[in-house]
């Protein structure tokens, strides 16, 4: 898939931003063909040397980007020359849905095997047992805490995990709670 394809994917754009954020945007989203220095993107892109970098380091170590050194014989300062390899993606966006995947099956999990209570005055939420040493009471406040249902946060969570299987071609278990 070339750049313009990929960049035109607004998954692919709401990942790129969240990694460099909005100052490095400019620089993520106009990645030019073959090799380029941090002190021409900043001049083309009108961004601060500083912005460019940072966004060129972040795309680096998520392997965006890669780099090769030149050393001026005169001077001996080092030319960094960047080469933007956007083919990765789809491969890093599907390793983030499957580590997302198994996040939200073990905090599914862990919804369904535990009782909660609630201080609604503290926004505080305690599992049966913390909530049985403290007597049923907030140890912040000392209101009495209630029972909490969860069962729309645990039916949301559950639609999320079958859409997710279902993008990731996962094998769709029933999911037990």
């Known amino acids: 898939?070339?750049?313009?394809e990929l960049l035109e994917d607004p998954v692919i754009q709401k990942y790129l931003h969240e990694l460099v954020g909005p100052k490095g945007m400019p620089v993520a989203a106009a990645p030019p063909d073959g090799e380029v220095t941090d002190e021409e993107l900043a001049e083309e892109l009108g961004l601060e040397l500083n912005d460019v970098r940072r966004a060129l380091f972040i795309l680096y170590e998520n392997d965006l980007a890669?780099?090769?050194r030149l050393r001026d014989e005169d001077s001996g300062w080092l030319t960094y020359l960047w080469t933007f390899?956007?083919?990765k993606i789809p491969e890093q966006l599907e390793t983030e849905m499957q580590r997302l995947l198994a996040a939200l099956e073990d905090r599914y999990e862990?919804?369904?095997d535990n009782e909660f209570y609630l201080c609604e005055r503290c926004g505080i939420r305690f599992e049966f047992d913390e909530a049985m040493e403290f007597g049923f009471e907030c140890p912040e406040c000392g209101s009495p805490v209630d029972a909490m249902e969860?069962?729309?946060?645990v039916d949301a969570m559950e639609t999320r995990i079958e859409e997710l299987r279902e993008e990731l071609n996962v094998e769709t278990a029933e999911v037990e709670v």
């Open 1 to 4: 898939m070339a750049f313009e």
């Open 66 to 68: 890669s780099y090769r």
């Open 150 to 153: 969860n069962t729309r946060l």
């Open 110 to 112: 862990y919804e369904g």
């Open 85 to 87: 390899e956007y083919e």
